[in-house]
């Protein structure tokens, strides 16, 4: 797998494309599929886009990866874990492989979903 910042030496002239690929809500392997269809430099797999359950974008890169031959990304919000947690997971990666990694905040929680959540916001990306 390459990484961004390699495919990016091989021709700096060149234009990298970046497409982004909302996990699925559920367990089934199928619903990755249609990541098969994109045609882009790297499949970049968002981190629970509305704030939203869905397969851990970490897990769902590494599928794509494993199943397509194609270059990924994940994301990951620091919203949602504390640093043990972040760097448990920045280690499961890399043993899967998975070297491209957007690490941001998340969007902030509502009203309505504070009264079932807590922002964990641990540490800045």
Do not use: H
């Not at 390699?6 to 700096?12: I, N, S, T």
């Not at 909302?22 to 392997?29: E, L, N």
């Not at 981190?47 to 990924?72: C, H, L, M, Q």
């Not at 905040?105 to 540490?123: I, S």
Request: proline share 6%; with cysteine; charged share 25%.
């Amino acid at each position: 797998m390459a990484t961004i910042v390699e495919k990016r030496a091989q021709d700096e002239a060149a234009v990298l494309f970046i497409c982004d690929f909302s996990p699925p809500r559920g367990p089934d392997p199928r619903l990755l599929e249609p990541a098969r269809l994109l045609d882009a430099d790297f499949i970049s797999v968002a981190y629970n886009p509305g704030r939203s359950i869905r397969v851990n974008s970490a897990f769902a890169a590494s599928w794509i990866k494993e199943r397509t031959g194609r270059d990924v990304v994940f994301s990951l919000a620091t919203r949602d874990m504390n640093k043990l947690a972040a760097q448990s997971l920045l280690l499961g990666a890399e043993l899967l492989g998975l070297q491209n990694v957007v690490a941001l905040k998340g969007d902030a929680f509502t009203e309505r979903d504070l009264g079932v959540v807590k922002p964990v916001d641990d540490f800045r990306p």
